[in-house]
Structures are given as structure tokens and as C-alpha cells.
């Protein structure tokens, strides 16, 4: 797994919220699964600095959904699990949090923790390209300024 | 007079609520609206309602503009309600905008900035003239649009994330340096506003403030009732990745990202003084989703509170409390709406010594040293 | 999700149905000071399931004598305090009181302290203290009577509530029951001639 575990959460809320939840049953069928605590939804306030004077202040509020996990494989082996999502449903972090916790871990179910992983990770990519793509297909060329023979019509 | 009864009318309201929903429904397509076009094809009006509602939801607000057909008022409210039925979860660590992925990136005031211009999605160079094609849009020719777009990819190596220009002078000595503040921000959503407020309860109130509100504002320093010359340093749109510890690991996690519009103003400022020397000053004005007027409304009126907080108002657009009372879409929608309900006793009150009063001027003067009945 | 809930019934004191009732509960045992109710979660930790009714991440809690485990924190969400600072306390009843809870201020009274207090036993046994309860919410008086509760308790009581509308909120919890003395009631021990 060469994506690093930081991403592996927003890799796989991007996904449908169906295969996390389908993925996370079948681990947890295998598994003992633990809540440390209790996977709940709300507010976070979204602080930044602002760019005139780095002063902190709040821009507003995001859902966050919140899970941490213990798994424990039936060879005895345990890996602790744990996701934060800006998303309001509860039982997607605390799907995630199995997955993660799996695929950390390398308990049995891993393999499909990693391939959802993976696909995820590929969505994220095809967006942030989206994003490369607006700023590369509108970037201004000032270099064309001033040249000789440029029409001076509007 | 007895006061005037005001139950009653249940039957009419409901009746209200089924007649809301017919005009909704009466569509001939007979197509119900879905959230995803919502939220796509009127996005700069789902990012207004974003951050009108304080709440970055892009399908709850596609949700709100639908149920309420369009009212950003409404559906901003709508928002506001919803996020009052949620706890507060947790604290997140405060987050460094300049890890901003962004899509648009320009600066009027600089032509060469680290990392360069991107105009981004703009209609800043169109011309406004009616397109009649997008009237009976074919679906085929809808969908081929996106493909097309990124088909004519040209090989984009563009750093993810770039450097403020405001960063970038102060690299330079051309702005004085700033101290990272460690203050504790102000909560809007958890204290009221009692004057004299910080700059972050303000910034936070104009951040979820009504667009059109800040825009009047912001115009009338513009024209003249101030003196805020404002240029854009930069404006960018963009998406912000959310950090938070991993709850295993404590490393720093994506949570996520969040739309968001930024903008910082550059202001000549000469005090008068002949002896003091010109400066800079700076406003900042940001806000989730894309709203470049809301943005840079903010950045000048942020510049314009600062100047009134710190040598008190000239103008309405320096004035803090006439500013940030005024600005919540929420509030003052929610004042002039509250007119409508029923105010029979009030006025019948009114009426009352309206006539009294009247009845007084009218009536023959009583004798001197009779003692007169109020 | 059918899976879920099964597993979460594990955890039924932690899900809304059961901290719902619960929470009713506590409004009528603060209502009616003294009267004796049955904690309707399974938890041998009386304290406990109220704690896990009343907090959430935004309240403080002290835990002067050690009693939480160290793996309901977590559930609990509260932010670890100090008695001195946190709004609500948990403390063994039958040891002497060291500490000087938050009595809140005129402009915010409610921000005086709720403490729970671990006491043997609420009801008639051998050896009980009986406590004579008046104030808002008791009908001319009624009884309480409780084993293991370290005198210095009450005794402080009087101080912190003395100066209403400030003071300190108490509930006492045996292994299966509770019982509310808000700061409005006034507790008089058999035998003494002070009010408390």
C-alpha cells in the first residue's frame, strides 16, 4: 500500500456509501470490532488565518462524522482504527474507521480495504487533475504583451 | 374595545403550505428538480447559500434551494436551522489557507505573482448577451461538454498549492511583518455580539453575511462615503484540504476539502498628517463557496471597520455596530418577514390613542384649576 | 443498518432511547428533591450511566478519586477538570470532602457545580443517616435516608448553598438508585439543631 494512511480516508469517502459499508460488514463479521468511542455526527467550527494580518478567525461551521475503533483478527492480532470525515453520517465514519483500522493492520479483509482504497485514491486524482486542468487551460501569458505587429484594436 | 381574537385560520395555513407546493409542482416537464443540478448547474447559487447558512453543505443546500424555490433568504435559514439541531463535535486545529487547491488565482495590483495568474472559471470577460442555445439544451451536447473540456488537457504541471502574494512582499520587505496571533477567536454561533467586538467576531459575521448587504456597504465606501482605494492583491477560489489529527496515529489527516473564495485588498492610506508617512493598509475578505463579490464586499469593509474601530467612524461603512447588525441575511430577512404576522393587538392599541389622542385636541379646554385626567 | 444496531445494543446505555429516558429521569428526580428512582440502565455504575446521560465534549469533568475507567473517558467525551473548574464532579461519598467546587456567579448561577456523589446505599437499612428534606418541589418535608455519606458533605453543603441563587447541585447515587438535593432544598439531619 503506497498510499499513505492519511489520505486513505478521503480516498474512501468518495466512494458510495454502499460498497464502504458492505466492505466494513464482512470485516466486522470476521473481526471483533470495538467503538473506543461513540461514532457520532456534528459541527466543527473551520478556522483559518486571515491574509492580512494571519489573525485566526472563524470562517463558519462543516460537518464532521467521527469514529475510532479496536479490531481484533481471530489469531489474537488487534489494530486500532480511527477516521474523522467532513460528512454528517455517522455509520460512514465508523465504516471507515473498520478499513482503516484493517488495512493497517493487515487483518483478514484488508485486501478489499486496499483495492477500495485504490479506487478512491484514483477518483481524488481525476479531481485534483479537474482542478490542474482550470488553472493550466486559463493560465495568463503576460509574456504576449507589447510584442510588434500586435493589433491595437479592443 | 375587547382584544381581537387571534386563533383561528389553521385550516388557511395549511391551505398555504398545499398552494407553496402547488406552484412548485406545476412544472409541465413534470420533472421534480434533482439536487445534483441543483448543486452544478446553479453552483454560484448554492455556494451563496453556503455560506449565507454558515454551513458548508453544497446537498443540504441544493435541498434548501429546492424546498423553498429558489428564496436564497429562505433557504439560508433553512441551513441555519438544520445546523442548530447538531452538537458541536469537536475542535479542529487551525488551518493554513495556503494549502488552498486552487482553481482560480488572480491579482490586479501585481502582474507577476509567484506561481502566476490562472483566471480559472470567470465570467469576468464575457460579454453579457443572452445565450439563446442553452434554451432547449440538448442532453448530448450537455454531456460532451465536460469531455471536451478535459480532453483538450494541455500537460499540466502546476504546483498544488501556492504562496500568498501578501506572504510573498513581506518575503520581500515590502510589507511590515505580522505577528501569528495565538487569541482565542471569537464564536458568533455560541455569544452574541456586544460592541466594542474583535476582528474576528467581525470577520466571522461578515463571513456568513447576506451578499447583497455587505455588496450596499461595500459600495457606498467605494463611492465615496470612505476612503478605502481598494486593488486586489489576490483573489483565489479554491478548494481547502481540512487537517485533523488521525484519532490512532495523531498524524495530520484529510478530513476532507471545502470550497471557499478568498481575497485580500491593498489600500493606499495618507492620514493627513503631513508629517506621518503614506502606508498600506490591508482588508480581508473570505467565504465558503465561490463568491468573488462577497470576497472582496468583505476584504474593503474589513479594511473600512479597521480604520473605524480604530479612530472611530466617519462613515456608516466604518461604523461596526451599523455594519455587522445589518449585514445577517437571517436577521434582518426575519424582521422585515415578521411584519406580516398578525399584529392585530398592537395596532388595535395603536389605534386606541391614535383616537384618544385625537379626541383630546378636539374637546372644549377645561377651566383653569381643574386638574386634567391623562 | 441491522448490523450495527446488534452490535450497539452492547452499548445501549450510550444510544438515544436509553439517555432520552434517562435524562427524564433526572428532570424528575431534580424536581421532586429526595425522592428515591431506580436507574433503569443496566450499569452497576449508577453514576455512570447518569454521567453518560448528562455530558458531552463540551462540559468539563473531575475525577478526584479515580473512579472513571480509564476506557469510558472516551465514551463520556467530557473534558478532563479539576473539582475547582469542572461542571460536573464524581466523588466517593464516603470519603471526607478536600476540595472546593465552582458555585457559579450572580450572572450565571447555572455554572455552579453538579456533583455526584458514590454513597452504600439509599433507602431504609441499618445504621442509615436520615435526612429531613424541605423546599421547592417537597411537600412540607420528606425523608431520605442514606448510608455512607461522609458527614463533611452536607456540612459544606450549607456554606456553598447558603447564598442562593449560587451553589451546588448533588446527586446521590447507591448501586441501583439515585436520588436529587438541588441547591434549593434544605437538608436537616436527625438530631441536629442547623439547618443545612
Known amino acids: ?154 | 374595545m375587547g382584544y381581537v381574537a387571534i386563533k383561528g385560520g389553521r385550516a388557511a395555513i395549511d391551505g398555504a403550505a398545499a398552494a407553496a407546493e402547488f406552484l412548485r409542482a406545476r412544472d409541465e416537464s413534470g420533472e421534480p428538480l434533482r439536487l445534483s443540478a441543483i448543486e452544478h448547474q446553479l453552483r454560484l447559487l448554492t455556494s451563496r447559500v453556503i455560506s449565507e447558512g454558515g454551513l458548508y453543505h453544497p446537498r443540504l443546500a441544493a435541498l434548501a434551494i429546492k424546498q423553498f424555490q429558489g428564496d436564497t433568504l429562505e433557504a439560508a435559514f433553512a441551513l441555519r436551522a438544520y445546523r442548530s439541531t447538531k452538537p458541536r463535535l469537536m475542535a479542529l486545529p487551525v488551518q493554513p489557507s495556503t494549502s488552498m487547491r486552487c482553481i482560480r488565482r488572480i491579482s490586479s495590483a501585481f502582474k507577476d505573482i509567484p506561481g502566476g495568474q490562472m483566471i480559472g472559471p470567470s465570467y469576468d470577460f464575457a460579454l453579457r448577451l443572452l445565450r439563446f442555445d442553452l434554451a432547449n439544451e440538448d442532453p448530448a451536447a450537455f454531456q460532451a461538454v465536460a469531455r471536451r473540456f478535459l480532453g483538450a488537457a494541455p500537460p499540466a504541471d502546476l504546483p498544488d498549492s501556492f504562496p500568498k502574494v501578501l506572504d510573498a512582499l513581506r518575503g520581500e520587505g515590502l510589507l511590515p511583518p505580522v505577528a501569528a496571533s495565538q487569541g482565542e477567536p471569537f464564536d458568533i454561533t455560541r455569544e452574541p455580539l456586544v460592541f466594542p467586538v474583535s476582528r474576528s467576531a467581525a470577520l466571522a459575521t461578515m463571513a456568513r453575511a447576506e451578499t447583497g448587504s455587505l455588496l450596499a456597504m461595500a459600495y457606498s465606501n467605494m463611492r465615496g462615503y470612505g476612503d478605502v482605494h481598494p486593488t486586489v492583491a489576490e483573489l483565489r477560489v479554491g478548494y481547502l484540504p481540512v487537517l485533523v489529527p488521525h484519532p490512532v496515529t495523531g498524524e495530520p489527516m484529510e478530513a476532507g476539502e471545502v470550497l471557499m473564495t478568498e481575497c485580500e485588498v491593498v489600500a493606499m492610506y495618507e492620514s493627513g498628517n503631513p508629517d506621518a508617512l503614506p502606508m498600506f493598509t490591508l482588508g480581508y475578505g473570505a467565504c465558503f463557496g465561490h463568491n468573488e463579490v462577497k470576497a472582496i464586499s468583505m476584504a474593503i469593509l474589513d479594511r473600512a471597520l479597521q480604520k473605524g474601530m480604530r479612530d472611530g467612524p466617519e462613515n456608516p461603512s466604518e461604523d461596526p455596530e451599523f455594519v455587522l447588525l445589518h449585514v445577517d441575511g437571517v436577521d434582518s430577512m426575519g424582521f422585515a418577514s415578521h411584519y406580516k404576522m398578525p399584529h392585530y393587538v398592537t395596532f388595535q392599541s395603536d389605534l386606541d390613542r391614535l383616537r384618544t389622542t385625537q379626541d383630546k385636541a378636539r374637546a372644549p379646554r377645561t377651566e383653569v384649576g381643574h386638574e386634567s385626567k391623562l | 443498518m441491522p448490523k450495527l444496531k446488534a452490535h450497539m445494543a452492547t452499548h445501549d446505555l450510550w444510544l438515544p432511547p436509553m439517555q432520552q429516558l434517562l435524562f427524564r429521569d433526572l428532570l424528575h428526580a431534580f424536581s421532586y428533591p429526595g425522592q428515591v428512582r431506580t436507574c433503569r440502565a443496566a450499569e452497576p455504575m449508577t453514576w455512570l450511566a447518569l454521567l453518560a446521560a448528562l455530558l458531552d465534549g463540551e462540559v468539563g469533568l473531575a475525577d478526584p478519586h479515580g473512579m472513571v475507567p480509564a476506557g469510558q473517558w472516551p465514551m463520556l467525551e467530557a473534558v478532563p477538570s479539576t473539582p475547582e473548574r469542572a461542571a460536573f464532579i464524581i466523588a466517593d461519598g464516603a470519603r471526607a470532602l478536600d476540595f472546593e467546587p465552582r458555585l457559579g456567579s450572580l450572572e450565571s448561577p447555572e455554572t455552579g457545580a453538579t456533583l455526584l456523589l458514590r454513597v452504600a446505599f439509599l433507602g431504609e437499612a441499618a445504621g442509615a443517616e436520615h435526612l429531613s428534606l424541605s423546599g421547592p418541589g417537597v411537600r412540607d418535608r420528606t425523608g431520605l435516608a442514606v448510608t455512607g455519606l461522609h458527614p463533611s458533605w452536607l456540612k459544606a453543603r450549607a456554606g456553598w448553598v447558603a447564598a442562593f441563587p449560587l451553589g451546588v447541585d448533588l446527586l446521590l447515587c447507591d448501586d441501583c438508585r439515585f436520588a436529587a438535593l438541588p441547591r434549593t432544598t434544605q437538608v436537616q439531619r436527625r438530631g441536629d439543631k442547623w439547618d443545612m
Not at chain 1, 456534528?42 to 478567525?57: K, N, Q, S, V
Not at chain 1, 474523522?84 to 484488508?110: C, E, K, Q, Y
Not at chain 1, 495568463?140 to 510584442?147: A, K, M, N, P, Y
Open chain 1, 1 to 154: 500500500m503506497t498510499i499513505p494512511r492519511r489520505n486513505w480516508a478521503a480516498a474512501l469517502a468518495v466512494l458510495p456509501a454502499q460498497d464502504l459499508v458492505s466492505a466494513a460488514e464482512a470485516i466486522a463479521a470476521t473481526c471483533l470490532v470495538s467503538d473506543l468511542v461513540l461514532p457520532q455526527s456534528g459541527l466543527a467550527l473551520l478556522t483559518l488565518r486571515d491574509g492580512a494580518f494571519h489573525e485566526p478567525f472563524h470562517l463558519g461551521e462543516v460537518p464532521v462524522a467521527r469514529a475510532q475503533v479496536v479490531l481484533r483478527a481471530p489469531d489474537g492480532r488487534e489494530a486500532g482504527g480511527g477516521a474523522v470525515l467532513l460528512d454528517d453520517r455517522s455509520n460512514i465514519a465508523r465504516a471507515v474507521a473498520i478499513l482503516d483500522g484493517a488495512l493497517a493492520g493487515r487483518l483478514p479483509g484488508w485486501e478489499t480495504a486496499a483495492a477500495l482504497v485504490a479506487r478512491g485514491s484514483a477518483a481524488r486524482a481525476q479531481s485534483l487533475a479537474e482542478y490542474q486542468h482550470l488553472l493550466a487551460s486559463t493560465r495568463v501569458d503576460f509574456s504576449l504583451l507589447g510584442q510588434p505587429g500586435e493589433d491595437d484594436d479592443a
